[in-house]
């Protein structure tokens, strides 16, 4: 009987045991779910952050293109030189605002370059506009790829059983990249 009992308690340590394996793997495998989501979002907006570089150093270039054929403000530049500074350190919140700000340049450019008959068949203004639109469709695709990681990422700190690791490790949710309703709106570029 001694040695029934002394079976039965090895086969439940042992159940025991792994259990506590597979509990400990899951939690390793949600932690690590956390951290691979948070990479690739990392890695996101720092692709954003290149593409809304880029679309400056266009602006800054249609900028001086156009100020040949207009008297465009010496403070546009300026707007345009502070934003990408601004851009490496920037976050997805600070993101929003950027892209407010570069919208809102890129918007009064085409307001000029459309005052001006010449400007428009300028192929040079032409090959950046086109170089632009580009980079436009670059920054949609990559705000909704890292809207896809943060929503994952965010759904993972909600739920059962990874919201209990999300919790204890300090996890807190990501920010999406919400560009406003009045600039989601790809700006036309065509003359």
Known sequence: ??????IISLVLIAVVVLIVIGVAAAGISIYNRFFSLKNSAEATVGQVKVAMKKRLDMIEQLLGAVK???????ETLTEVTAMRSRIGSAGPGDLNELERESRS???????????YPDLKTSQTVQNLMSAVQGVEDEIARHRYTYNNIAQQYNTMT???????????MGFKKLDYLEFGEEIERVPTIAF
């Not at 054929?69 to 010496?74: H, L, R, T, V």
């Not at 918007?107 to 005052?115: K, P, S």
């Not at 739920?159 to 919790?167: D, M, R």
């Open 105 to 115: 340049v890129l918007g009064r450019l085409l307001a000029v370059a459309e005052n």
């Open 158 to 168: 909600d739920t059962v059983p990874s919201n209990l690791i999300a919790g204890v």
């Open 68 to 74: 040949s054929y207009a008297a465009f403000e010496k």
């Open 1 to 6: 009987m001694t040695a029934l009992v002394d």
